[in-house]
Every structure is written in structure tokens, then in C-alpha cells.
């Protein structure tokens, strides 16, 4: 049942936000498209849904999740081959966010934070899970995905403050967290942090819904 709930609700969202392309083709231009680098798999797309077309994908053609009315600049352009969405928002402070909607039997949400806001020093995982988390509070008001990220978001600040008894000891990069039930997993994943030019850091976190 819980299944069948979720995949209504996913139609309808795809439904409400347009499931083609017209729309956002006056973004959609090869000299962007090649712009963004897509080309490394996401955490939960199969090696078979790279082999798999548009019209056999459970999921619909990948469609923008950011609200304009809070993110004006928000821009959006569908890959060639309509199983990858990339939208990319100007933060303040020259912060960039770039988010990868992606998947085929799983529906997948990729958030890509450019930002100084934190320091390079720091290989501490607690201090870049934190920093994960207090990214994507940020900008949760100026979203509207078919994801529960919020409580995605709580499950990971649980598993920070449990974790502070060991000292961080078991948190861990690309491990997949948890947060939904039933046959349909919902799941978090801090990826590593990168350490960019000008005291950039890319902060990574997945989201994913599956299999549908």
C-alpha cells in the first residue's frame, strides 16, 4: 500500500511540474550542457540504468525542484538523453549549489554545495556532516521535491548526536542512511568532501527513493 501511495504521489508531482521539457528550453543549450560533469554514476543508479531508455524508466523525465519564487536564478537544463536533470543556484556569498536529478529504478536527488563558508582545515567527518546538514537546512524552504529531505536531514543529526559518544567513530562517507520503511527505502549519504581552489570545499549529500 505504501508503495502504490508513493508512486501516486510521485505521478502527481511529475504531473504538477510538467513532465517534458518545453518549459526549460530556453535553458537547455549545448554550450551549458557541457558545462556540468555528469558523467560520474550517482550512488544509487545501476549499472543497468545506464543501459535503460527514457520510455522503459519507472521514473518520469527528470523535472526542476527548486521553487523560483524563492531562487530566481535558478536554472535548469535537461541532459540529452532525459534521464538527468541538472539544476544550478547562485547562493549568497558567491555559494553555488548545483543539484543532479537523476535515477531510473531509484529517484535520486544530488546536492553539490561549492562554498567558503567552512574551513579547509578541518578532516574532521563530524565538522563536514554538520556542515552537509546545516547547508541543506538552508535551502529546504526553496524546494519542493517528491523526497522527504527534512526528515532525511533529522535522521542524519541523529546519527551525529549519537555518534558523539564514540567520538564520530562510526560515521562514514557513502554509507547509506536510512530514514523511511516498507518496501520502498528512502536513503541519505554524505559523500567525501572535496577541497577546491580559493577555499572552496564541495560539499556532497544524496538522496534516494527506491526501487520504485
Not at 531509484?106 to 546545516?134: C, N, P
Not at 548526536?161 to 554509507?175: M, P
Amino acid at each position: 500500500m505504501k508503495r502504490i501511495i508513493f508512486l501516486l504521489s510521485l505521478i502527481m508531482f511529475l504531473l504538477s511540474t510538467g513532465c517534458h521539457t518545453g518549459s526549460f528550453r530556453n535553458y537547455s543549450n549545448a554550450a551549458s550542457e557541457e558545462y556540468y560533469d555528469t558523467t560520474v554514476a550517482p550512488p544509487y543508479v545501476s549499472k543497468q540504468d545506464a543501459a535503460i531508455q527514457p520510455d522503459n524508466c519507472t521514473r518520469g523525465t527528470p523535472t526542476p525542484v527548486v521553487k523560483k519564487s524563492v531562487y530566481s536564478n535558478a536554472r535548469f537544463i535537461l541532459k540529452k538523453d532525459s534521464l538527468t536533470g541538472i539544476e544550478t543556484v547562485s547562493l549568497k556569498n558567491n555559494d553555488r549549489l548545483t543539484i543532479t536529478n537523476t535515477g531510473c529504478e531509484y529517484y535520486t536527488l544530488i546536492f553539490r554545495f561549492e562554498t567558503s563558508a567552512f574551513s579547509q582545515d578541518s578532516v574532521s567527518k563530524a565538522y563536514w556532516f554538520k556542515a552537509g546538514s546545516m547547508l541543506m537546512k538552508s535551502i529546504l524552504k526553496g524546494l519542493d521535491a517528491p523526497i522527504n529531505l527534512k526528515k532525511g536531514i533529522d535522521k542524519l543529526d541523529h546519527i551525529i548526536k549519537k555518534d558523539s559518544v564514540t567520538h564520530y567513530q562510526n560515521l562514514s562517507y557513502e554509507k547509506e542512511i536510512d530514514f523511511g520503511a516498507g518496501d520502498i527505502r528512502s536513503i541519505i549519504v554524505v559523500e567525501p568532501v572535496q577541497w577546491l581552489d580559493n577555499g572552496i570545499s564541495a560539499v556532497t549529500i544524496s538522496f534516494s527513493v527506491g526501487p520504485l
